[in-house]
């Protein structure tokens, strides 16, 4: 590497490529252990099973490169899981939308563009019109090599989607990705969180606000105007509960009403 930055850069993403390898080992523990329980519940004409997916901890292995590269972070992604069919399409394809946040530090809101993201951009609105995002919080900020802060997700711990996934659109938005494999990610950009995996994301997203090269694996779907971009900056500013480079934002981030509207 031909610096510092990139070398934290170069961690960063391999701690991201670990951990989701042990969350899709998880997730299929998980599925394996749902079925023999259902299974065993069936014979004792119990009416039902519930499973949850947790996320997974960090080892002493990714401790260390975290160290290494100074907490370099990546967008924590959706664990939701591909079970139900996505949402009747009724945006008009051609035309921008707009989604507005009031949260308890500032409004954000964001255009998105419904012909280049329909999947998306209609999920969205969905998800809003029904008030999914109503009285959740942002529950994930990066502050040092990757900087967004992350929402959408109802349960609050970066485990919780929809019950459907969300195709990848727009991937080459930003360019070719150069030598490291990444793109930059600009200010003001809103992209969707996934698993790793190609065509996995769900209702998590995040919002950048400070330029941050990632690869071109994540839906780039909105684009924050200037005030809401200074919100967030602040969020970001305030930094980690504990002072690390992520986790929970200092400035808790409470969504309180979202809505879509079209123009």
């Known amino acids: 590497m031909s610096s510092s930055e990139q070398r934290r850069r170069q961690l960063a993403r391999e701690k991201f490529e670990r951990q989701q390898k042990r969350r899709e080992e998880a997730r299929r523990r998980t599925r394996r252990i749902t079925a023999i329980v259902a299974a065993s519940v069936a014979v004792v004409a119990v009416v039902s099973v519930s499973a949850f997916v947790v996320a997974g901890k960090d080892d002493d292995k990714d401790k260390k490169s975290e160290a290494a590269a100074s907490q370099s972070p990546t967008p924590e992604p959706s664990e939701s899981e591909s079970k139900a069919p996505l949402p009747a399409m009724k945006i008009d394809k051609k035309a921008k939308y707009t989604m507005s946040l009031t949260t308890s ?5 964001f255009s998105m563009d419904a012909a280049k993201t329909p999947q998306t951009v209609n999920s969205f609105k969905a998800l809003a019109d029904k008030g999914y995002f109503d009285d959740t919080k942002c529950h994930r900020l990066t502050t040092q090599g990757i900087f967004v802060l992350q929402c959408g997700d109802p349960k609050g711990d970066g485990t919780g989607g929809p019950g459907y996934n969300i195709p990848d659109e727009n991937l080459d938005a930003l360019g070719k990705a150069g030598a ?22 769900g209702s998590q997203f995040f919002l950048v606000y400070k330029e941050t090269k990632l690869p071109p694996t994540y839906t780039p779907f909105g684009t924050m105007d200037d005030a809401s971009l200074k919100a967030v900056e602040k969020v970001g500013a305030a930094g980690v509960e504990g002072g690390a480079g992520d986790g929970a934002p200092k400035k808790a981030v409470t969504v309180e009403k979202v809505s879509v509207e079209k123009g």
């Open 180 to 201: 490291d494999g990444t793109v930059v990610y600009p200010p003001g950009t809103v992209a969707m969180a996934n698993t790793g995996q190609p065509n996995s994301g």
């Open 105 to 109: 530090q500032g409004d954000i809101a």
